[in-house]
């Protein structure tokens, strides 16, 4: 046997290696590559993203709610008044995780659409690592909890491709919703670093801010019992305070009677509390709160009694839940306080986008029923269920607050959520790091620079001292776009270096330029109709300069241009069917599908192809026996659904009109194999009828419900047991998730024929239309 001083030419799986190799270990010398390790002393990293929560919603920028963590970390770190995100949430998480545009990033817009263009990918793009692939890099130890909502809605399902989930894209560990939004009591789909959690069904007492709370600390032990001194990257991403606003009983209890005066006195009062923290300069002015500045909002002196008692309880729910994240906060701190890592641990608490507008001028006690804004729908197809007060932030009721509180949470700025106007962008942001970022005394921690969400991410690996990857699956990575802000913090007195920014949402364009803002909120295509607005001196943009100074908002208004071409913004949509447009790979979702008893809750997207605006079947075989029931299936939750199931010897049907249970029942069959199907099919002005058979033999039906549409049925579909949020509330306080005794073999969907009201067979019609014309 020979033994060359090395392997041979043309021996594979030896390069790199850094030992010596014979042919017998005794002439060989071992090799181990390098441990990944952060530098030594390297700080643990959290970012806390709130969901919809405006500019004034924490004490430290002017609320009333208690927030005393986060009033903690505000004493001692740094709040930045000038910080902006996009006015979505898919774009300003997309954007806070790459450091790249949304845009470029691919994220135009919410993760609900897919129209085909290099803007909408809604995937981060294969050669830009997130934030949570720098910091593994880097040596970090990667955790995720709560929203994600970074991936196309139709990649969601558990037979997808999972490229884009939290896993695939940096992090070691996840635990939440990929969606954009769910209940807080019963959450629709729960996914657990790479599938469905294993819980179907929730213990009485369950609160999401609370369970992810525990489960990122569990992740953190058990990082602690590997590695005592990895760092980690920590990214909490609430659900909350995201519709449908629920929180806790005992929180909305304390918060009883705490706005019965009503929107435009609160408002008041943030605003002077804003001033006297310095967060803005006295002489600063405050939006207008008419109706022509507010979208609607009544005065609250002009509404009714029952309107003022109504709309107080939606308010006194949101400042629970607001209350709950700073509990949930406060849990992590003095967790990291326990086990001595909290000086440490730079920890970030901000907003995706300013409060919402989305509850309407009324709010809402059916809020899925707000999610449908299709041609031709009637004025009364499914008004606003009425509810006890005591109901309202529940588990029973899926609700939203009147936008009068948007415009309170936004204070002193105008508009919602979805606007380029500062009340859609315009969101707090705080930075703690007591052992790297020490305030001077005398610092009062307010820094007035523009920031904007992009920045974060740059910020963040710079002061943790870790690299961004220069790679990414072979292919060298993209630039970023953000600019890092630690210097602002280290000291109040340098300027920004983020100088410019475009901004646009669904044709809403905006540009900030070294002080300035122009703004077009007018639909594409109809011509420029800039405002102009001096935001040093004006952050509300109360005054528009635009026909005193028109060579600035041309200038701006080139340079705007001129960004959209560099970041993927063209095509603007002017034409609001073109999001309604899907591939054609989506096609193999509407086909039938088979569900057997055992399966995970079939993913929302996946189970709405089988069902929305269309006819369908549910075909379900039983080897009935007398004594077996229980459901057979479910779909959907509080916020609109159905269920079908057996007991005490009926056969019975539940249908939840956005939260109106319309219930029929009819006699069990005899015993032995059966077929019970249940057709559902559509009628004109967007309704169903229902007709559920056994064998040939009718046994009961509903006419003319208002079909579920939009968002709804929220949670998907299950067999054999009611998963997540119960369709019937009466029926899961008798039974709770009611599994099925013994002989449910299978269920069946067969999707029908989509109604002529279906976007996708108008886009159809009007796309031959088109060709016949050319």
Not at 171 to 178: A, E, L, P, V
Not at 676 to 697: K, S
Not at 700 to 707: E, N, Y
Request: with cysteine; charged share 20%.
């Amino acid at each position: 046997m020979t033994s060359p001083a090395g392997p041979p030419a043309g021996s594979r799986g030896y390069a790199g290696f850094g030992g010596t190799a014979a042919e017998l270990t005794s002439r060989s010398s071992p090799w181990w590559p390098p441990a990944r390790r952060a530098r030594p002393g390297s700080p643990n990293v959290i970012v806390v993203l709130v969901d919809d929560l405006g500019f004034s919603d924490l004490s430290p920028f002017g609320a009333e709610i208690d927030t005393p963590y986060v009033q903690a970390l505000a004493d001692t770190g740094y709040r930045l008044t000038n910080y902006h995100s996009t006015p979505l949430c898919s774009p300003s998480r997309a954007a806070l995780l790459t450091g790249l545009n949304p845009h470029r990033a691919g994220f135009a817009m919410v993760a609900h659409v897919d129209p085909g263009y290099p803007g909408y990918r809604m995937e981060i793009p294969d050669d830009v690592p997130t934030l949570a692939e720098s910091f593994r890099a880097g040596g970090y130890a990667t955790f995720m909890v709560g929203k994600w909502h970074l991936t196309a809605e139709s990649r969601l399902h558990d037979g997808a491709d999972k490229g884009s989930w939290p896993v695939q894209r940096g992090f070691d560990r996840y635990h939440g919703s990929m969606d954009g939004f769910t209940s807080l009591f019963h959450p629709h789909r729960l996914i657990s670093d790479n599938g469905p959690a294993p819980d179907q069904e929730y213990p009485d007492g369950y609160y999401l801010t609370d369970a992810l709370t525990d489960r990122a600390i569990e992740m953190i032990n058990g990082l602690r019992a590997g590695d005592a001194a990895k760092p980690f990257f920590l990214y909490f991403a609430h659900q909350a305070v995201h519709g449908p606003v629920q929180a806790k009983a005992a929180d909305i209890e304390k918060y009883r009677g705490r706005y019965d005066a009503g929107w435009h006195r609160m408002r008041e009062e943030r605003f002077r509390r804003q001033l006297a923290d310095g967060l803005f300069p006295e002489g600063t002015e405050i939006s207008g709160s008419d109706p022509a500045g507010t979208l609607g909002v009544p005065p609250w002196d002009e509404l009714s009694a029952e309107q003022r008692a109504l709309y107080a309880r939606h308010m006194e729910v949101y400042a629970a839940a607001v209350d709950a994240v700073d509990q949930s906060l406060g849990k992590l701190v003095e967790h990291l306080r326990l086990i001595g890592e909290y000086d440490n641990t730079i920890i970030v608490v901000t907003s995706d986008n300013g409060a919402t507008g989305e509850g309407g001028i009324e709010g809402t006690r059916s809020y899925f029923s707000r999610f449908v804004n299709l041609p031709g729908l009637p004025a009364e197809w499914c008004p606003d269920v009425p509810r006890d007060l005591g109901l309202i932030g529940g588990p029973r009721v899926h609700g939203h607050y009147p936008r009068g509180w948007a415009h309170v949470s936004n204070t002193p700025f105008r508009y919602y959520k979805g606007h380029t106007h500062a009340g859609g962008v315009h969101v707090p942001f705080l930075l703690s790091w007591p052992a790297g970022l020490p305030r001077a005394q005398g610092d009062s921690g307010v820094r007035d620079q523009y920031a904007y969400v992009t920045d974060v991410a740059p910020t963040l690996l710079a002061l943790a001292g870790v690299d961004r990857p220069a790679e990414r699956g072979g292919r060298p990575v993209q630039d970023v776009d953000g600019v890092a802000f630690g210097h602002l913090l280290a000291d109040r007195r340098q300027p920004s270096r983020h100088r410019s920014q475009y901004v646009e949402c669904a044709g809403r364009r905006g540009y900030f330029e070294d002080g300035y803002k122009i703004i077009d909120a007018s639909p594409p295509g109809t011509g420029d109709n800039w405002e102009l607005y001096d935001i040093a001196a004006d952050p509300a943009e109360t005054t528009d300069l635009a026909a005193a100074d028109p060579a600035r908002v041309a200038a701006m208004s080139a340079s705007w241009h001129r960004a959209a071409w560099l970041n993927t913004v063209f095509p603007l949509v002017d034409d609001p069917a073109a999001l309604n447009t899907r591939p054609s790979t989506e096609l193999a979702l509407s086909r039938p599908v088979t569900i057997h008893p055992g399966t995970p809750v079939l993913e929302r997207y996946r189970s709405s192809k089988l069902t929305t605006l269309r006819s369908f079947t549910v075909e379900a075989y039983l080897d009935h026996r007398p004594g077996d029931e229980g459901v057979i299936v479910a779909h959907g939750d509080q916020g609109g659904g159905y269920v079908l199931f057996a007991e005490d010897g009926e056969l019975r049907l539940t249908y939840n009109a956005y939260g109106l249970p319309l219930r029929a029942a009819g006699p069990m069959p005899g015993p032995g194999p059966v077929t019970v199907t249940a057709r559902f099919t559509a009628l004109p002005e967007m309704r169903w009828d229902i007709d559920v058979r056994a064998g040939q033999d009718r046994v009961l039906g509903l006419a003319a419900v208002p079909q579920l549409l939009g968002m709804a049925p929220f949670t998907g579909i299950s067999v054999g047991f009611d998963h997540g949020g119960p369709v019937d509330w009466e029926l899961h306080e008798r039974r709770g998730v009611f599994r099925y005794r013994r002989g449910l073999l299978w269920v069946r969907y067969v999707p029908g024929e989509k109604a002529p009201y279906n976007p996708e067979i108008i886009a159809m019609v009007e796309e031959a239309a088109r060709r016949a014309i050319d």
